[in-house]
């Protein structure tokens, strides 16, 4: 995927996982694209590293995985802002 495609799926990543988390955080659009990038990342690693299978393009297990990912970052962000 490409850079273009990595910055929308963290959009569409980050948001779905706000939505299934919903909650005050800091940073609005730029940081739900950010944490759904890196959980992109995190829930392709964690997914290969398991066997699950891995991120590679826009469909389901590739979406699942990456917004996994990301709602563990999320979890991690609120527990650090909520201690700072």
């Given at each position: 995927?490409g850079i273009v495609s990595w910055i929308i ?75 700072g």
């Amino acid at each position: 995927m490409g850079i273009v495609s990595w910055i929308i799926m963290g959009l569409v990543v980050g948001v779905a996982a706000k939505l299934i988390m919903p909650g005050k955080d800091p940073g609005g659009l730029v940081v739900t694209i950010l944490i759904g990038i890196a959980g992109a990342g995190l829930g392709g690693y964690l997914g290969s590293t398991l066997g699950l299978g891995s991120v590679g393009g826009f469909d389901l297990p590739s979406l699942g995985l990456a917004t996994g990912g990301a709602l563990i970052l999320l979890i991690v962000y609120r527990l650090f802002k909520r201690q700072g």
